[in-house]
């Protein structure tokens, strides 16, 4: 099927700003007793796609969750798009949240509403002119070829249909940053791909950074052999022994950041605990 990309402008990401999207610098947090991040710094640069992979219950979802200040560090320093957002406000936080697109857990809809208002609602939430909201639902839904589903409800929609409208969500601000909490979780292998795609696609046709936690190594492998074609509009392999040199890895064990490379680096890392996380 043909399709246009129709976003008004590109992402900020998208205009060479060498400056780190992301910046974790010692970042710990913990809930009463329980420490789940201990003393993570990292970074995620300009075009970059940083795959967090770890064990249930390692506080990935908490690190997303404290990218864009839904949670406060303990200690150390978050930066965002440059700021300083450690000890910022809600009103403070508030723009630079709204240049982050969000893919929840599970897609996290709103089930009475129909898709275009679920798609629409931080737009709509920010009394945006009613036909410039329709005009970039179409445009997002578009891009995750459902615009039929633009009067359904969520309930009418499959696991896989429900996590592009998500997607499609996130990305309705050209966001200038995407964070991808399990997009893939609970849906079956095939679905799973075609979600993947997604991701690969505004990689690779907008290229917006983003930071995607995934418990599927399959994912995280697709991403990084796989490019999206625009001719064919869809994603296709890298030529053999090929990867995706914007994309790698961040590996989260036991609150600690043991790992922070590039694919090569995270095969042939001989830390025992990666070697069987990959096995
Ligand atoms: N708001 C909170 N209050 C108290 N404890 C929390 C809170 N958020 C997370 N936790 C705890 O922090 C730990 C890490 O949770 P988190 O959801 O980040 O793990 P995860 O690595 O994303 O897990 P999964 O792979 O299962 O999604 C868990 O023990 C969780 O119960």
Redesign the pocket.
Known sequence: MAYSVQFAHEPASAHGSSEPVVVFEHVSIG??D?K?LKDVSFQVGPGETRILL????????????LVNGL?RPDSGRILLFGEDITHMTERELFPLRTRTGMVF?EGALFDSLAVRDNVGYQLMERHKPVDEVDRRVRDSLRFVELEHTYDLLPASLSGGMRRRVAIARAIIDQPDLILY??PT?GLDPITSTTIIELVVKERDVLGTPSLL?T?RLQDAFTMVTHRFDQTQNKMVPLPHGQINAKTSFLV?HDGKLIFDGTTAELITSQDPFIKEFLA
């Open positions: 809930f009463n329980l789940v770890g064990p249930a219950g390692v506080g990935k979802s908490v690190l997303l969750k949670l857990q909490d399990s979780g936690v418990h989260l």
